[in-house]
Structure formats: structure tokens, C-alpha cells
């Protein structure tokens, strides 16, 4: 059985995951966080030295580190993890659209690959892999952006933004790439494995009337139940519903840094002439 051991962030309502084989004390990091300060432009990291200090305390080998989409609304922390612990950064092989959209959006030089190789690994649809002696699958699951991947790694889902906790719902589906039709589909193929599969969500932003933050919910209380897509409702019905209430979200405080360094695999953009590197804000586009 997999341990997972999940790390909550209040500011961002992230939720990051130490998955490890216990038996052969290797693990994989699933969508870690670098703290950053809106205000200052100031990276930190005492979240992501939490999770390293838990992975040394249990003299865990990280093998991977996982992203399971570019986050939109966090910044990760894998470069970072990486320089600290080792293991092999990773995400979906579609990263190369994602890429090639917000390079356009944010100017990027040449300098900038569009090929998904600033990561070590790119993840095929259905493809299989090993955390110590566990089997993880890979499965494309687009609809929030066209590269997120869920992944099904022994009795454990970690399904990144697709799905949020039962009493609260599903992903937006507005960003570049994104597709209401698309991300039911993809929720289905979730639905289709055993009703009892552990799944671990990637945020919680704690529904109305509920009084503790959770992040662990089962395939079948998600199918049974899920406030917008269980299984009475049909995808007609749900993109209806997910087109109308993203058009009243605003843009997530943290996609402007988030996006230019998590499609860099936690790098930062290159330094200008004066040495600094910088963020760029597009005026008037997202």
C-alpha cells in the first residue's frame, strides 16, 4: 500500500504529497510549493523544506517529482526539490501546448523551449512507471489545462486540479487550452476505476457549511456525489453549468509568476543584462 503524507498550505490552499514505498523507501513529490510574496517578487521556501525534512526524517529516495499541470494559482517548488534531494522532474507530454501558448502570451525569447525539455521526463497517456516496487500509471486527463495528467500510482489518485472534494466540484475549464467537454470525459475515466481507490486532491477551498479543510475523498464518493459531475449528470448539463460559472471567476491571484515558472519546470526566467530575472506582467491580456 502507498503512504502518502500531504503538506496543506493556507495561503494557496495547495495541497503537496510525499507518495512512497515504505518497503523500498523510494518516493515521489506530487505538486510541491515554493512560497512567493505577490508584493515583494520574494521567493521563500519553508514550505518546500517542511517536505524535504520529511522526506530525510523517513530516509525516503525521491525518484520523481511530479507535476501533475502547470499550475495556474501556485508556484512549484521542483527545481528547488530537485537541488536538494534529486529525483526526476516530471509532467504530461502536452506541456509543449501549454508552452507554446503562454510563450506567446508572455513574449518569450528564443531562449525559451517550447519542447518540454526543461523537465527529465514527459509523461505518455497510460504510461507506467515505479515508485520503488508500486506501479504508477500515468492518464491524460485534459479539460482544466490540455496537459494535466492524474496519476494512479498503487491504491492512490492524484488527480492535480481535475476534481476538487465531493461538496465542492471540478476544475474551471477558462484558461488557454481549457475544455468544459473535455474535462468531463476525463472525469469519467476517473469514475471508471474501483470505487474504492484512494484519490488526494490538489486543493480544498473548504465548501460552504463545512468546518475542517480535506483533500482525500474515493472515486466512488466522487461519482456518487460530486455536487457537478456525478453520475446523474450528463456532459451536456455539466459544460452548461461549468461555461456559466466561469465567467464569473476572476484570474487566480498567483497565474502571472505561477505559469512563467511552473512551464519552466520551478526554474526561474532567465536573467536580463543587469543580471536580475524578471516576471513579466501582459497588460490588458489575461
Known sequence: MLDVTAFFDNDTNNVSYIA????????????????????????MTESADKLIASVRENDFSVEWIIDTHVHADHVTAAHYIKSKLGGKTAIGSNITEVQKVFGKIFNESQAFHTDGSQFDHLFEDN?????????????????????????????ALFVGDTLFMPDFGTARCDFPGGDAAQLYNSIQKI??????????????????????????????????????????????????????????????????????????????????????????????TL
Open 191 to 284: 469514475y471508471q476505476l474501483p470505487d474504492d481507490t484512494r484519490m488526494f486532491l490538489c486543493h480544498d477551498y473548504k465548501a460552504p457549511g463545512r468546518d475542517e479543510f480535506a483533500w482525500e475523498t474515493t472515486v466512488g464518493e466522487q461519482r456518487r456525489s460530486n455536487v457537478q459531475v456525478n453520475e446523474n449528470v450528463s456532459q451536456a448539463e455539466f459544460v452548461a453549468m461549468r461555461q456559466a460559472r466561469d465567467k464569473k471567476l476572476g484570474t487566480p491571484r498567483l497565474m502571472v509568476p505561477s505559469v512563467q515558472i511552473n512551464m519552466r519546470a520551478g526554474e526561474f526566467p532567465e536573467p536580463e543584462s543587469n543580471g536580475r530575472r524578471y516576471i513579466k506582467v501582459p497588460l490588458n
Open 127 to 155: 504510461e507506467t512507471y515505479a515508485v520503488g516496487s508500486i506501479t504508477g500509471k500515468a492518464i491524460h486527463t485534459p479539460g482544466h489545462t490540455s496537459a494535466c495528467m492524474v496519476h494512479h500510482i498503487g491504491d
Open 20 to 43: 512512497a514505498d515504505r518497503q523500498t523507501g523510494q518516493c515521489a513529490v506530487i505538486d510541491s510549493l515554493l512560497d512567493y510574496d505577490s508584493a515583494s517578487g520574494r521567493t
